[in-house]
């Protein structure tokens, strides 16, 4: 026989393909634990790193997509056909094979805002994971409009007549649950999520948190349990086709399997351990932000007052010197001499071109505008913080992982109250 090679390697082979499977368990299993540590970020408190965004899908030019024609910002189908052929085997015999050719497929993507109660941030979908759920799958034949009118006009080699039409897209205006790094913009200022090479996972799902999480879990369920397969397989098929007996050697294929688990616990720890390295420094990196904004607050709200302050000084300067003129030409009569009208002319011209605009109600406004905007962001900041340090108080307090927060000394973050968190209020005060 031609494999009688393969033969005795095929415990290696099941092996690898079990640390293979390894692997694959303990990526989804990064993932989920990732999306569990990450707060929902809200849009006007999104600052640079790694976020979470939850919102629906708003775009200024919407595409619309191939098969169904639905408003979205993406989109990707698929169409296969069904082929029907007789074969005829190596011993002569004939036999009847039937199977699904693609004949056409695509996607395509637009910008769009993840929009929430608080505003929108822009997403750039390029180089992201997409998970669009499926809004149309369908099976016809050439007496539906759909066949032709959507398919290909020329049908395949044996073809039975039937083709199936799957399409999946992220609608407009629909929820969508994004896991991104989020970096500045170039057009403006302000902050959008976007492909990085140094993020652990950029995610853009038509799903619910809760569900992508869900899938996470069975996926790494469905690596492991398969590895454990394949290693068992491999040694006893290997066994079996050398003809040993399978009942002696139990002991071995037992050691092999408690091998497979002591693995499998390592790689757990491992992974647990850098989560939670991983959760502490992005609770320091939400203090750093609340710093940041606390240092904007400093910095930004007293350069306003005092500009809005003189702009109030400016236009209550030009109010009395108006007034100073509009009286002193009302005590003249016309036709006799004094600074009539006509006199005061070139000094009105005068003040006129000296101040062009009188519109000291629009700072105002901005200021009061800056004002409340910053003290959303200080509390964004802080709510952020506390979300995270909860949940890496909850990780390193929870059994079995907190045997191996043990490890490394980790401590509790203290929740940041109204009381202990105010810092150097700026006061803004009008009355002079």
Request: aromatic fraction near 10%; proline fraction near 5%.
């Amino acid at each position: 026989m031609k494999w009688e090679w393969l033969i005795p390697h095929l415990p290696w082979l099941g092996g690898l393909l079990s640390l293979g499977c390894l692997l694959a368990a303990f990526r989804n299993y990064r993932r989920k634990r990732l999306t569990e540590a990450l707060p929902t970020s809200r849009a006007l408190g999104v600052f640079m790193g790694l976020v979470e965004m939850k919102g629906a899908a708003e775009c200024e030019e919407p595409l619309t997509s191939r098969i169904s024609e639905a408003l979205c910002v993406y989109y990707e189908w698929s169409i296969e056909e069904e082929w029907q052929r007789e074969e005829k085997d190596s011993d002569g015999k004939t036999r009847t094979t039937s199977g699904w050719t693609n004949v056409g497929k695509g996607s395509a993507f637009a910008p769009f805002y993840v929009k929430d109660a608080t505003g929108a941030i822009l997403v750039q979908p390029k180089g992201a994971e997409m998970d669009p759920p499926v809004v149309l799958n369908r099976t016809c034949t050439p007496d539906d409009p759909l066949y032709y009118g959507k398919g290909p006009a020329v049908e395949i080699g044996d073809s039975r007549q039937r083709r199936r039409f799957v399409e999946q897209a992220i609608r407009l205006h629909a929820p969508v649950y994004v896991v991104g790094k989020a970096r500045e913009r170039r057009d403006v200022v302000a902050a959008e999520i976007a492909a990085d090479e140094s993020a652990p996972l950029f995610l853009i799902s038509g799903r619910s948190e809760q569900e992508v999480q869900s899938s996470f879990f069975w996926r790494t369920l469905s690596w492991t349990v398969l590895g454990l397969v394949l290693l068992a397989g491999g040694l006893m098929l290997g066994d079996a086709l050398q003809g040993r007996d399978l009942v002696a050697r139990r002991p071995f294929y037992f050691s092999c399997a408690g091998g497979y688990l002591a693995v499998w616990i390592l790689a757990w720890v491992w992974n647990v351990f850098n989560d939670i390295i991983g959760l502490r420094n992005r609770v320091r990196e939400g203090w750093s932000l609340i710093d940041i904004q606390l240092k904007r607050r400093h910095d930004l709200i007293p350069n306003l007052v005092r500009i809005v302050a003189a702009l109030r000084d400016h236009e209550a300067a030009v109010h009395e010197q108006l007034a100073a003129l509009r009286a002193q030409a009302a005590v003249t009569p016309t036709g006799r001499p004094g600074p009539g009208h006509m006199a005061l002319k070139p000094a009105l011209i005068a003040v006129q071109e000296k101040y062009p605009v009188l519109k000291a109600m629009a700072p105002f406004q901005k200021l009061q505008q800056d004002l409340v905007d910053t003290e959303e962001r200080i509390a964004l900041a802080r709510d952020y913080y506390n979300n995270i340090a909860t949940h890496f108080n909850t990780r390193i307090e929870q059994v079995p992982q907190r045997y191996v927060a043990l490890l490394t000394v980790m401590r509790r973050f203290e929740l940041l109250s109204a009381r202990d968190f105010e810092r150097a209020a700026i006061t803004v005060d009008f009355a002079k």
